[in-house]
Nanobody, 118 residues
Framework: EVQLVESGGGSVQSGESLRLTCVAS????????MSWVRQAPGKGLERVAA????????DYADSVKGRFTISRDNAKNTLYLQLNSLKPEDTAMYYC???????????RGQGTQVTVSS
């Protein structure tokens, strides 16, 4: 059974940083592309960032490019998302998925809430 456990969210001011963590189990993490998606209140899912299994390629939404960094540690089955220069519009529940596409993933964790105030 695929399990994804996100953590690291919180309430911060504009311009501050957070680091999200996703611990994965139940599948071969080192062979799986991973992604982060988010859902703001009243809005649909947005793919934020994705990373190939060997970290050879990453991809970011235009809205976070230059501010967020996705990374992974295959030895620890862990995915990360560094969030810098946070803005109020980054407020959302953040989820990790075990797919490149993100939005069509059938497995997601419980999510971690990020709230940014101005």
């Amino acid at each position: 059974e695929v399990q994804l456990v996100e953590s690291g969210g919180g309430s911060v001011q504009s311009g501050e940083s957070l680091r999200l963590t996703c611990v994965a189990s139940g599948f071969t993490f080192s062979r799986s592309p991973m992604s982060w998606v988010r859902q703001a209140p009243g809005k649909g899912l947005e793919r934020v960032a994705a990373i190939k299994s060997d970290s050879s390629r990453t991809d970011y939404a235009d809205s976070v490019k230059g501010r967020f960094t996705i990374s992974r540690d295959n030895a620890k089955n862990t995915l990360y998302l560094q969030l810098n220069s946070l803005k109020p519009e980054d407020t959302a529940m953040y989820y990790c998925t075990n797919t490149w596409a993100g939005l069509t993933a059938t497995s997601r964790g419980q999510g971690t809430q990020v709230t940014v105030s101005s």
